[in-house]
């Protein structure tokens, strides 16, 4: 009882937010609007093209025996065979040069597609990114846009065949019609149950996909983990060499296996394909030799009719395969369509835009603030009032885990509170446009991105309109002058290996200093650094901190860190513990109060000298 409570709930999730109608008028929509008209003009077409091909083809040995029959002229049996074979070489052609010109549309709309996945990614509301349920979506739209085979691509074969199969459906049911209508009653019922019985077989393998996709799962991450470069040292210096080739023998083993009972499956729905038609060619047969013998119909008429029998089976089957094909890719473009209309949380181009204030500063408050992640059932930060005031350099200390990252998230607006507000200048941030806001602040995160790219666009964050005398001027401030004068080409150096083969790579500490002129070169009025010093020693680290003091002058400043005396520079540090802020004042002040601050910092400072007498 469980598992089928479980499978009914597994279809029941499976159902599309939106349905087949939806999902090729997204598709028509994304190729009418991005240039693309041919690959819907073209498309109708091509289902015309094969419909003609198939009739046709259909017509010619009927209209060939219907010459000979009433004794035509060899003129009239030339002139029937060579109009036919014109018919046909045309639309073989036609058929032809519409494969050639409908691909690269329909790539191009695929890559639209791609684009507009990556740029609801890019621009997203923060807190979606970190969202589970759109995480997952997010995870089953991307595969439907790898390849020409994948859905955002595939559909318009699917869509091209439907239109076909159903033309021809109806030209051949009405073919039948004129003939009986119990044989067409007939045709269409042994079609449709064939096409279910071998359907509802041939659907193992989708049903059981999981399965299937457990063993791909385990497959791709041998493979993946065995060739990246991070592992090698690890595959050589403990030997695993010899677990990772058995790990993958015994999961091609499991797929082979499952394959094998797949394929078990599927014989039964081939042999019942071919009870049926057996059992529908010989009633057909037996009732259209009769009507031969009875006079009814001629030696053409026989052959047209017979030849539709099976003709109209396979638009049958076809209509029918094509609906079922057509589901199955709206299942994953429908997580396509969730993941472009996914909600936002933020106000973008419909929120107000942000205040330039008459002497260069901005004074950022927390009122009242409360937040709490939503996969958490405690909160992060309590109750949080803190004033950042325009030109102030202020410390965030404290423990890890103690929230000062999620306090940074709150100040740069990459999170909302969960009670009370974010104000700057005394307005609510959740009025302005959150892209406008994002432009108060240059940052520095714990984890620091490379792009795929020059030095200097790494720098400047673009690939255009560089300043290059200003990314010289930063890089100098931040200590890597003689880093690129040591790089064959300079600011144009490649980073990022995963992309450039002959990129450098950057230690901890070159990356941590590219970033300080990165965030430099924004120019931006708030600058935030997130402990992005942390592959850093306690001097390197102190030197840095004093960069940043030195080239901020007149900005408002966000420190944090989890070494106090790197911070003592600051105007103000504030002590973060318990979800509250503990304890707030110079480094000085906090060091007489005799409280938690001066207990962390004897602790550090003590650790410090004990390894400068063990060095």
């Given at each position: ?24 008028w ?5 190729a ?5 008209k ?5 498309g ?5 093209v ?18 000979l029959?009433?004794?035509?002229t ?33 790539i ?30 997010l ?27 159903l ?95 797949c ?15 057996f ?8 009732y ?23 003709g ?45 204030p ?19 059932d ?6 949080i009032?803190?004033?950042l ?30 009670e ?39 720098v ?32 144009e150096?490649k ?7 002959d990129?450098?790579?950057l ?18 009025p ?33 420190y ?56």
């Open positions: 009882m469980t598992n089928t409570k479980d499978k009914t709930k597994d279809k029941i999730k499976e159902k599309p937010k939106y349905g087949i109608l939806s999902c090729v997204f598709m028509i929509k994304c009418w609007t991005n240039g693309e041919k690959v819907v003009i073209l109708l077409l091509f289902s015309l094969v419909t003609g091909q198939s009739v046709a083809g259909l017509y010619i040995s009927p209209s060939i025996i219907a010459v029959e009433r004794n035509g060899v003129s009239e049996l030339l002139m029937t065979i060579i109009g036919f074979t014109l018919i046909l070489v045309f639309l073989a052609m036609a058929r032809q040069y519409i494969d050639s010109n409908i691909l690269y549309g329909r191009t709309t695929r890559s639209e597609i791609i684009n507009l996945i990556n740029t609801k990614c890019a621009e997203t509301s923060y807190p979606n990114l970190g969202n589970e349920k759109f995480q997952t979506i995870n089953k739209a991307l595969p439907t846009t790898y390849s020409n085979s994948s859905a955002c691509e595939a559909i318009w074969k699917t869509i091209c065949s439907f239109l076909s199969n033309l021809g459906l109806i030209i051949y049911a009405a073919i039948l019609s004129t003939a009986n209508v119990w044989i067409l009653l007939l045709v269409t019922v042994t079609a449709l149950v064939g096409y279910f019985i071998t359907n509802k077989l041939n659907s193992y393998g989708y049903n059981h996909r999981e399965e299937e996709a457990k063993i791909d799962e385990t497959l791709s991450y041998v493979r993946k983990t065995a060739s990246e470069t991070s592992f090698a040292k690890d595959v050589r210096i403990f030997g695993i060499k010899s677990w990772f080739t058995e790990l993958y023998d015994k999961q091609c083993l499991l797929l082979e296996a499952f394959h094998r009972k394929e078990n499956v599927y014989i039964w729905g081939r042999v019942a394909d071919l009870v049926l038609s059992l529908r060619n010989a009633v057909a047969y037996a259209f030799i009769a009507l031969v013998l009875d006079g009814s119909i001629d030696v053409s008429m026989f052959i047209l009719y017979f030849s539709t029998v099976g109209f089976t396979d638009w049958v089957t076809g209509v029918l395969g094509d609906l079922t094909t057509m589901h199955r890719q709206c299942l994953e473009l429908s997580n396509v369509l969730e993941v472009i209309n996914y909600p936002e949380q933020f106000k973008f181009e419909d929120g107000s835009d942000v205040p330039v008459a002497d260069g500063g901005y004074e950022i408050v927390l009122d009242h603030v409360w937040f709490k992640y939503p996969s958490s405690s909160y992060t930060l309590e109750d009032n803190l004033t005031h325009a030109g102030e350099k202020l410390a965030v200390v404290g423990l890890n885990g103690a929230g000062k990252t999620t306090l940074v998230k709150l100040i740069t607006g990459m999170e909302d509170p969960t009370g507000r974010v104000l700057l200048n005394g307005v609510d941030i959740r009025e302005f446009n959150r892209r406008e806001y994002y432009k108060v602040f240059s940052a520095v995160f714990q984890n620091c991105v490379l792009w795929a790219g020059s030095v200097a666009e790494n400047a964050q673009t690939d255009h309109d560089i300043d290059y005398d200003k990314v010289n001027s930063y890089i100098e401030k931040a200590g890597l002058t003689e880093m690129v004068k040591g790089f064959k080409d300079g600011l150096e980073l990022n290996r995963e992309v450039y083969e990129a450098v790579n230690s901890g500490g070159q990356t941590q200093r590219l970033m300080l002129a990165r965030a430099l070169y924004k120019d931006a708030v600058i935030v650094l997130d402990e992005p010093t942390a592959a850093l020693d306690p001097i390197a680290e102190a030197d840095l901190y004093n960069k940043y003091n030195d080239m901020t002058v007149g900005r408002s400043s966000v944090i860190s989890h070494r106090l005396a790197s911070t003592r520079f600051c105007d103000r540090i504030i002590l973060i513990g318990d979800h509250k802020i503990l304890e707030e004042g110079t480094h000085e002040q906090l060091l007489k109060q005799g409280g938690k601050y001066a207990e962390l910092f004897e602790v550090q400072s003590k650790y410090y000298r004990e390894g400068d007498i063990n060095e």
